[in-house]
């Protein structure tokens, strides 16, 4: 596979007007399938396996704004798409939704952005805006149905493709204003790895300073979940099966306790300890143990797959589900790791690198999350 690669590093471009025109420049990939101004990398097939791939955006309406993509996180779920795991997927598919780069253009009837303007696109690019969740701001929920970044079918009939491209239309009301203190490269996966944990900790109180709160697992989602309960003044406890983990936990994400789940008598010291906890842990795994360490009324947000029912009755726990968040909320955590300089941890992938990267990903061999360089390897 050919790498594609940028006539000239962005950081030597010297205003918008030359980034402006570097982008809108055609790509040069002579390998690629399909046709059309766009360069992304799609799976064609279950197999999982990326290559270049070209397709046209919908033209920019009135409300629309158009951004080039410089930085597109990789979620584990894009993953579990590409392969068809979750049995919906949509062929040919560009995956991302972790996505970040700078406005280009902007409808006419677009008034909170405007071309150079620093913009995020997440999990959703649209939903019916008037059932009951979305009047709520709670658009993951809609009752209609959610139009997802990528695999969706747009009401026009076409495909939603996503953020492995160089660049995207969408919605001004689904567009997110990024910090501008913020790297574009760390700050991509608060997509979808920030919201994801900064929603449960805000809607289950535990985003106040002095609340003990647990998290399962310090992987993408793990490291998140500590770096966002400390920027709110919580005390956190980390539970992991991996020893060799504390470190980072301790030191590279301040977390103020570590526990290894195996250690019997470090469990039962934790017993009715944490007000709450966060489960980002996707695996099959026993939940007893660590409900035991709630306090009465906590809660551990996941989503189940085994309930210990005397362990949540005995003290009035619950077990709790959470999904991303919506539009407003999602804004409402950039503007929080904005002012409390809150990023990922990342590895940079080149494009061309992408299926390495998604074996590795498979193999769970990343700290923490994989971020592709877009605008470095996809623009011409």
């Known amino acids: 596979m050919v790498r594609i690669k940028l006539v000239r590093p962005m950081t030597e471009v010297k205003s918008f007007d030359e980034f402006s025109e570097a982008v809108k420049k055609p790509c040069a990939c002579s390998h690629a399938k399909g046709s059309g101004s766009v360069l992304g990398y799609a799976a064609l097939d279950d197999s999982g396996h990326l290559e270049p791939f070209r397709f046209d955006r919908r033209p920019v309406g009135p409300t629309d ?34 996505i970040v780069g700078i406005c280009t253009e902007v409808g006419p009837q677009v008034t909170k952005f405007k071309p150079g303007d620093r913009v995020a696109v997440g999990c959703m690019v649209d939903s ?118 504390e470190h980072e936990a301790l030191h590279e994400f301040g977390a103020d ?3 290894v789940s195996k250690d019997r008598a470090a469990m039962k010291k934790a017993h009715s300890t944490l007000d709450g906890i966060i489960d980002t842990v996707s695996a099959n795994h026993p939940l007893a143990d660590y409900l035991a360490t709630l306090k009465l009324d906590g809660s551990l947000i996941m989503v189940p ?55 590795r990903l498979a193999a769970n061999d990343v700290k923490y999350r994989f971020v592709l360089e877009i605008a470095k390897t996809l623009v011409a």
């Open 257 to 259: 306790h570590f526990i």
């Open 65 to 98: 704004i158009s951004f080039a993509v410089t930085h597109c996180g990789i979620c584990h779920s894009d993953l579990h798409q590409i392969k068809n795991e979750w049995k919906n997927s949509i062929f040919p598919m560009v995956p991302g939704h972790e």
């Open 305 to 359: 797959l085994a309930l210990p029912a005397f362990a949540i009755t005995a003290q009035r726990r619950s077990v709790a589900g959470s999904a991303i968040g919506g539009i407003q909320e999602t804004q409402e955590m950039l503007d929080f790791c904005g002012e409390h300089n809150v990023t990922c941890m990342i590895e940079k992938v080149d494009v061309a690198d992408v299926n390495k990267a998604m074996e």
């Open 128 to 245: 019916c805006g008037e059932c009951e969740a979305c009047q709520r701001g709670l658009e993951q929920y809609c009752s209609v149905g959610v139009q997802w970044t990528y695999n969706t079918t747009a009401p026009d009939g076409t495909i939603n493709q996503g953020g492995y491209s160089t660049s995207l239309v969408v919605k001004e009301s689904f567009a997110l204003r990024f910090p501008d203190n913020l790297p574009l490269d760390a700050g991509a996966p608060l997509l979808c790895a920030g919201i994801t944990t900064y929603s449960p900790l805000r809607h289950w109180g535990l985003d106040k300073p002095g609340k003990k709160v647990g998290v399962i697992g310090l992987g993408g989602l793990g490291h998140m979940a500590v770096k966002l309960a400390k920027a709110f003044g919580a005390e956190v406890t980390v539970f992991s099966t991996s020893p060799g983990k």
